[in-house]
T-cell receptor
């Protein structure tokens, strides 16, 4: 099956710093999405981005589908950005969503 | 987008008992999905629930352990049966938008601890 690797696995930042999270897919996927899981366990949609670039405030994402990767940029990080970030892509054969390994982000004041 | 209400948000249960998790969606959806997230791990799909038919389970998950109901197009339940400490996880329900190739939306999750 499709493997989804995220890097780095852990990231510690001071407030105000910028960061880039990466998501690599072992095969082509559809429905590529980024989520933020808050400390209470809820998954919040950040981006639906099968290709191209999108921006939402301090966050932006870029997907290069032909090279099977996606990037999530966080600028001017805040303590509320802490949590786990997951990317996920749909398997073309099954339409099921495959989740990445996650990046745990901690932002300190 | 879809708004999903999932409950309970958390529970602590004795081993050997069962817990039923409910998931209510604010719109009619064809498929609902149930995921498990073990501590420190990513999400794993348990099963897909279609209205009017048996749920489809992923490899490693069986109906006797995780029975699912889907009585209508806005509601589903997942039961974790005969629980053991290894069942301690976050359980999440999910739906996708209308049509194919759309984003997924998740309920708040149920944090289950089995003692």
């Amino acid at each position: 099956g499709i493997q989804v690797e995220q890097s780095p696995p852990d990231l510690i930042l001071q407030e105000g710093a910028n960061s880039t999270l990466r998501c690599n897919f072992s095969d082509s996927v559809n429905n590529l999405q980024w989520f933020h899981q808050n400390p209470w366990g809820q998954l919040i949609n950040l981006f639906y981005i099968p290709s191209g670039t999108k921006q939402n405030g301090r966050l932006s994402a870029t997907t290069v589908a032909t090279e099977r990767y996606s990037l999530l940029y966080i600028s001017s990080s805040q303590t509320t950005d802490s949590g786990v970030y997951f990317c996920a892509g749909g398997d073309y054969n099954t339409d099921k969503l495959i989740f990445g390994t996650g990046t745990r982000l901690q932002v300190f004041p | 987008s879809a708004v999903i209400s999932q409950k309970p948000s958390r529970d602590i249960c004795q081993r050997g008992t069962s817990l039923t998790i409910q998931c209510q969606v604010d719109s009619q959806v064809t498929m609902m999905f149930w995921y498990r997230q073990q501590p420190g791990q990513s999400l794993t799909l348990i099963a897909t629930a279609n209205q009017g038919s048996e749920a489809t389970y992923e490899s490693g998950f069986v109906i006797d352990k995780f029975p699912i109901s889907r009585p209508n197009l806005t509601f589903s339940t997942l039961t974790v049966s005969n629980m053991s400490p290894e069942d301690s996880s976050i359980y999440l329900c999910s739906v996708e938008g209308p049509g194919r190739n759309t984003e997924a939306f998740f309920g708040q999750g149920t944090r289950l601890t089995v003692v």
